[in-house]
């Protein structure tokens, strides 16, 4: 990863929802290059970087502030010449509760961040790349072997769930266009159940290691059987960075997930709780809502256009994310159930 922070060198890079689990886990590798200076923008509505050197390192700003807010987006986008923007509503549970303050910050909030990137480079200011973050939601319930140009598929009206897909879809069409229309070097990225350390809030993995750590009961949605591919926290954020520095990337959509990592729910928490020594009872509950049974990226447009290539496998990442869960005392109970996500 340090060859792909060298065309980073002397720049300035900007992450909305910086905050967060991903954005976090990037910023705390740019910060290995002295010479890049680093913007986080978040709300804190996910906070991954309290208690973290990050907010003291000297080449870090942090601003606290919605996306939604155009003032307080220019403020933090100003000057910078990549823009990852992943500022979002996280979490089914959330978004579900949540539909309509879901669709006001993908699309209001990606529109703000979308023109701002415009006056820049109208201004003359050197935007390199604009990297927004899309979601693997976009396929739909039944996703095997997807590729980018696969058609999507959106879920009924009126199921809360898709609003987010609904949103994300959009805001991907707005990039694409605002690099059609004016130029402006935008990159979309589809990210598949992306997990590690340092992950907060939501994630069937982080809540099935929560709970297996103190023989908590492993919840699932119906039978398990929902099928999905597990992406180590590393291999995404290498992922971005190629898309940030590739000129390849340029007005592309990427899958970005390991479809080596291809699990049921069902095992997933058997190998978790394997792997935690644990006791945990798995237990099924009837879920009526709408979920994914199947979700597997083809991720052969990234290998080919950006090089990039997923390290890390299942095994290993979950020993890596339990030892971490281990050292931090992050074990207890939680009232979450998963379908995976």
Known sequence: ????????????????GGAGFIGSRLATLLCTEPSISIVLFDNLHHDAISGTPLLQHPNVRFIRGDVRDKAAVQEALTGAHHIIHMASIAGV??????????????????????????????????????????????????????????????????????????????TEHLASNYFKQYGLPTVAIRPFNIYGPHQVGTGAIHHFVRNALVDEPLVLHNDGSQIRSWCYISDIVNGILLALVRPEAVGQSFNLGNPRSTVTIWQLARDIARLCQSGSEIRPIKWDFADVELRVPDISKARKLLGFEPVIDLEEGLQRTIAWYREQNLGGATNSTHGGR
């Open 1 to 16: 990863m340090t060859n792909l922070l060298q065309p980073l060198r002397g720049t300035t890079v900007a992450i909305t």
């Open 93 to 170: 549970d959330t978004v579900m509760k949540m539909p309509v303050t879901t669709m006001q910050v993908c699309l209001h909030g990606t529109m703000n961040v979308l023109e701002v990137c415009h006056s820049m480079q109208s201004a003359g200011q050197d935007v390199r790349r604009v990297v927004d973050f899309s979601t693997s939601e976009v396929f739909g319930r039944f996703a095997f072997n997807v590729a980018e140009s696969d058609t999507t598929a959106l879920g009924a009206v009126g199921e809360a769930r898709w609003t987010y897909a609904v949103a994300k879809l959009a």
